[in-house]
């Protein structure tokens, strides 16, 4: 079993900036591909950006060029720079981990609101 827990969300201005960060508890982290989904009310949860064992990323496109994924495997954490914020931004992240095509752990989600 893998427990993850979120951290860093939070209400934020248009353009500015929030790290998210999440804790892996359990097996060994570095075992596992990584990956921040978000969800906004009345939307289906899309995966925002992942990270795999190797350190190949991945970004949905609507975040490439202002969000970055990172890793690191002696703190068992892995990191969402989100930068350029913008409204439709606004959701529930969640970070996820799984050793194969699919995503086999989730944390609870962190809160990100983007708001004047």
């Known amino acids: 079993q893998v427990q993850l827990v979120e951290s860093g969300g939070g209400l934020v201005q248009p353009g500015g900036s929030l790290r998210l960060s999440c804790v892996a508890l359990?097996?060994?982290?570095?075992?596992?591909?990584m990956g921040w989904h978000r969800q906004a009310p009345g939307k289906q949860r899309e995966l925002v950006a992942q990270?795999?064992?190797?350190?190949?990323?991945t970004y949905l496109d609507s975040v490439k060029g202002r969000f970055t994924i990172s890793r690191d495997n002696a703190k068992n954490t892995v990191y969402l720079q989100m930068n350029s914020l913008e409204p439709d931004d606004t959701a529930v992240y969640y970070c996820?981990?799984?050793?194969?095509?699919?995503?086999?752990?989730w944390g609870q989600g962190t809160q990100v609101t983007v708001s004047s």
């Open positions: 996820a981990a799984g050793a194969g095509v699919s995503y086999s752990y």
């Open positions: 359990g097996r060994a982290f570095s075992n596992y591909h």
């Open positions: 990270i795999t064992i190797f350190g190949t990323t």
